[in-house]
């Protein structure tokens, strides 16, 4: 909006009002751009989001796994620490 065409090299209100609505719709498209790029960011938030219960799901499963395992371990070596100490007592 530099200089005017009224008096006085002036600037009309037609030419603020042609300025204002130009303004108003970057202002628009700017709101727009705000609030498809927001629209976009929560998507893929949720999508995230969603992948947390099938994350928890598998961690519990393999923690099971694990503490199978673990107890499987434990039994055997207290079958093994009962076999040393039945044979060192045999022995000595």
Known sequence: ???GNGPNNRVTT???HEA????NREIAA???KQSEERAAMEIRLIEKIGGVPTQVQ???EEIAILR??????DV??????????FLGVRNG
């Open 14 to 16: 037609q030419q603020f």
């Open 30 to 32: 700017l709101a727009l």
């Open 1 to 3: 909006m530099a200089g």
């Open 20 to 23: 204002q609505l130009e303004t």
């Open 58 to 60: 598998t961690n519990k």
């Open 68 to 73: 199978k395992r673990s107890n499987i371990v």
């Open 76 to 85: 055997i070596e207290g079958f093994a620490v009962t076999v040393a100490i």
